[in-house]
């Protein structure tokens, strides 16, 4: 049977506004930094906010403290955009059709506890045997531990396991435990990956 592990961020759901705009804030009003929202895309996307804002905090006095606080704003900003997010276009006709194809399919995201109530306004939760969240007291992204934990829990096979997600951390998670690895994502990359889409409907050709 095949199994789909799905990231959720830029890859089910277009959520970057609320993440780029909830960061932007956060880091002009607790450490008068401010960048433009295109530099934050870029720089989020190549790794993940966590690394790109823990960089930028590196002089500070205590970097862990500052991180902290850095979140407790933009958790409070992010949760502002909750109801502008949307699907990325065609994500419901694949959840679907792998649905009735008897894939087991799995979200695994950075993202907080939201995550459980996004899905179900988002109508999608239906689709996922399990959705599992780094704040359920897992390892980040690409450390396998969300992974190896799933595989055991549900035997799934590396051969018959896919992760899509939109960044070369989503493929290095993949590649981590010997999946087969999808990245969504029409810019041209220097990192390896099994296959690249610019389209999910284009994934149907290839699971």
């Not at 900003?77 to 065609?90: A, S, V």
């Not at 690409?142 to 960044?167: A, F, H, Q, S, T």
């Not at 993949?174 to 999946?179: C, H, I, M, N």
Request: glycine share 2%; hydrophobic share 35%; aromatic share 12%.
């Amino acid at each position: 049977m095949k199994s789909i592990v799905w990231d959720f961020d830029d890859t089910i759901a277009n959520s970057y506004p609320g993440i780029v705009s909830a960061t932007q804030k956060s880091l002009r009003e607790n450490f008068d930094i401010s960048l433009s929202k295109d530099t934050i895309f870029k720089e989020a996307k190549k790794t993940s906010v966590r690394k790109f804002v823990t960089e930028l905090l590196k002089d500070q006095d205590d970097v862990k403290q500052a991180v902290k606080i850095f979140y407790t704003t933009y958790f409070r900003y992010e949760k502002e955009y909750h109801d502008k997010i949307t699907l990325i276009p065609h994500i419901k006709n694949v959840l679907d059709y792998y649905d009735k194809n008897h894939s087991m399919q799995f979200i695994v995201t950075h993202r907080d506890q939201s995550i459980y109530n996004l899905t179900k306004s988002l109508g999608i939760e239906h689709y996922f045997k399990e959705i599992i969240s780094v704040a359920d007291g897992f390892k980040r992204k690409p450390n396998p531990e969300m992974l190896n934990y799933l595989m055991d829990k549900y035997d799934l096979k590396k051969e018959d396991l896919w992760v899509i997600g939109d960044r070369q951390i989503d493929v290095e998670f993949g590649k981590s435990v010997g999946a087969h690895t999808i990245l969504l994502n029409d810019q041209k990359v220097d990192f390896a990956r099994d296959y690249q889409v610019s389209d999910l409907l284009e994934i149907e050709k290839i699971i």
